[in-house]
T-cell receptor
Framework: EDQVTQSPEALRLQEGESSSLNCSYT??????LFWYRQDPGKGPEFLFT???AGEEKEKERLKATLTKKESFLHITAPKPEDSATYLC??????????????FGKGTLLTVNP | DTGVSQNPRHKITKRGQNVTFRCDPI?????LYWYRQTLGQGPEFLTY????????KSRLLSDRFSAERPKGSFSTLEIQRTEQGDSAMYLC??????????????FGPGTRLLVL
């Protein structure tokens, strides 16, 4: 069964204090790994898709990387507006047409000014 | 591109009542997904449509749940005889369905259901 484990469950940073979030996954055939940001009471907002080990993507203060077993979301010099829950999800390459996502529980990031 | 929209945004109902939620996907997106999210958890897959065809249902989706996507446009999710355990955020997502591989799903704002 596909599994996604995110750590830590919660992370509190001071503004400007860089850190990383981890997403470990077990899936038989990875089609893609996705990072989303979710603010309280809202739907997940797409950030990145990674498809193969060694791939990296950046957006503003965020950088996502992928290995064969895990993905990291690096946050450089975070600001209070980066506070949110960050969700990781995997999409299995099942050979079929279902592109469903399997999510982790998320990491709640709080950035204090 | 207006994004995925969901209505209503909030719904409070009494146990045993039926409720129906609506999702309007991004224009021309062929694939549509429903997920359920409870507090402190990530979204869990419920069901998936390719155009108007419902291709997969999770075992989380009991017989009280039914989803439709007439004419491959908007979708509805109905819960009959609601139970307190149905209280959750119901999320809809859509993806283009034109690529055989790269399929990013874009989520709507969700419908929060509270069953009293």
């Amino acid at each position: 069964e596909d599994q996604v484990t995110q750590s830590p469950e919660a992370l509190r940073l001071q503004e400007g204090e860089s850190s990383s979030l981890n997403c470990s996954y077990t899936v038989s055939g990875l089609r893609g790994l996705f990072w989303y940001r979710q603010d309280p009471g809202k739907g997940p907002e797409f950030l990145f898709t990674l498809y193969s080990a060694g791939e990296e993507k950046e957006k503003e203060r965020l950088k996502a990387t992928l290995t064969k077993k895990e993905s990291f979301l690096h946050i450089t010099a975070p600001k209070p507006e980066d506070s949110a829950t960050y969700l990781c999800a995997v999409q299995k390459n099942s050979g079929g047409s279902n592109y469903k996502l399997t999510f982790g529980k998320g990491t709640l990031l709080t950035v204090n000014p | 591109d207006t994004g995925v929209s969901q209505n209503p945004r909030h719904k409070i109902t009494k146990r045993g009542q039926n409720v129906t939620f609506r999702c309007d996907p991004i224009s021309e997106h062929n694939r549509l997904y429903w997920y359920r999210q409870t507090l402190g958890q990530g979204p869990e897959f419920l069901t998936y449509f390719q155009n108007e065809a419902q291709l997969e249902k999770s075992r989380l989706l009991s017989d009280r749940f039914s989803a439709e996507r007439p004419k491959g446009s908007f979708s509805t999710l109905e819960i009959q005889r609601t139970e307190q355990g149905d209280s959750a955020m119901y999320l809809c997502a859509s993806s283009p369905g034109t690529s055989g591989y790269q399929e990013t799903q874009y989520f709507g704002p969700g419908t929060r259901l509270l069953v009293l």
